[in-house]
């Protein structure tokens, strides 16, 4: 009775020393996470820099906020390696420009693995309240994710609904798309940039479209994908609400 009754009476303490391990466990596997997710935005403006061909303006511009984000992605992981907490400074944004330059960015990319990558707009000159370091990581991780997973042909649209914008993504599946595009020269770039850590793109897209009051849905299927990303625009309800 003895030694039972010492088992019982140490339950309590093999509990608690037992939370205190999960917790521990929990904390260090969020930080883990939010430390890949930093790289992983980083290494998404250093790819496109690499990517990048010609010495046009239109290119150098492309060039110069892909360095942007780059800084952007650097301040990130300096945040989370300190303990400082990441804040966002939204400001009213015109999208237009933000996704063109993203469809730039990436379109060479695509090419080269025989992807054909286009923009249709129909939002006007929609603006939305957002910080727009993470609007641009989370455009680029939209599209990339498409050309990496997705199929041949991939069609970036925007479109007003109501008092939101609404971007989505789609491709056509992947089907045709070819084993010897993984000798061309943008997977091995990705894969030497750590293309494989998959997960983190859609998560940031999830982590902006929160952080901003909009929504994020993913579909996928053997004919393909869709990603859309709605933000409610700046000055309506829906955005003073957010």
């Known amino acids: 009775m003895t030694n039972l009754a010492a088992i019982v009476a140490g339950w309590p303490l093999a509990a608690s020393m037992a939370a205190v391990v999960t917790t521990q466990g929990l904390r260090a596997g969020r930080r883990r996470g939010a430390l890949n997710e930093a790289l992983h935005e980083l290494r998404r403006p250093l790819q496109a820099i690499a990517l990048a061909t010609g010495r046009g303006p239109a290119e150098l511009h492309r060039i110069e906020s ?74 680029d991780n939209l599209i990339v994710n498409a050309i990496e997973h997705g199929g041949r042909s991939i069609v970036v649209k925007a479109q007003l609904r109501g008092e939101r914008l609404r971007v989505s993504v789609a491709d056509s599946g992947r089907i045709s798309r070819r084993e010897s595009r993984l000798e061309a020269p943008s997977e091995v770039i990705s894969r030497l940039l750590g293309r494989r850590r998959r997960g983190h793109g859609l998560a940031v897209v999830r982590r902006v479209a929160a952080e901003h009051g909009g929504r ?19 000055g309506t309800g829906a955005e003073l609400a957010a």
């Open 66 to 139: 892909s360095v942007h984000l780059a800084t952007a992605a650097l301040d990130q992981l300096d945040r989370e390696i300190n303990g400082r907490p990441l804040q966002s400074a939204p400001d009213v944004l015109a999208v237009r420009p933000l996704l063109e330059l993203a469809v730039g960015r990436w379109k060479a990319r695509a090419n080269m693995v025989g992807d054909s990558l286009a923009l249709r707009w129909f939002a006007g000159d929609a603006r939305v309240c957002a910080d727009s370091a993470w609007l641009a990581q989370a455009l």
């Open 216 to 234: 994020f849905a993913l579909r996928c299927s053997e004919q393909g994908s869709l990603a859309v990303l709605e933000l409610p625009l700046a």
